[in-house]
Nanobody
Framework: VQLQASGGGLVQAGGSLRLSCSASGRTFSNYAMGWFRQAPGKEREFVARITRSGGSTIYQDSVKGRFTISRDNAKNTVFLQMNSLKPEDTAVYYC?????????????????WGQGTQVTVSS
């Protein structure tokens, strides 16, 4: 499956952004979807995951209550709504697809990756 992330940009602290990730090539609803991020000099980290149907989600503790992952299987798209953004949210954000059924937070379990979209939060 090919993934294309978009929606990043520059925003002030406290602002909001909505990331999108469009999928093509295979049946989108066969994959759980995740968002990861990587800040300069840091390892890639898990942000959020949504099951194939969209019925269940999990989040990294630092984004709970501020970020919401959702998906539209009819449009082959997964979203990440980010509110109350903080400077420490600055990173390149990646979407990824996992064919497995476990609620994995591990990047190695995701088989397909988008190219990343830059999110910069100014203080």
């Amino acid at each position: 499956v090919q993934l294309q992330a978009s929606g990043g940009g520059l925003v002030q602290a406290g602002g909001s952004l909505r990331l999108s990730c469009s999928a093509s090539g295979r049946t989108f609803s066969n994959y759980a979807m995740g968002w990861f991020r990587q800040a300069p000099g840091k390892e890639r980290e898990f942000v959020a995951r949504i099951t194939r149907s969209g019925g269940s989600t999990i989040y990294q503790d630092s984004v709970k209550g501020r970020f919401t992952i959702s998906r539209d299987n009819a449009k082959n798209t997964v979203f990440l709504q980010m509110n109350s953004l903080k400077p420490e949210d600055t990173a390149v954000y990646y979407c990824a697809a996992d064919p497995g059924l476990r609620s994995s937070r591990q990047a190695n379990d995701y088989d397909y990756w988008g190219q990343g979209t830059q999110v910069t939060v100014s203080s």
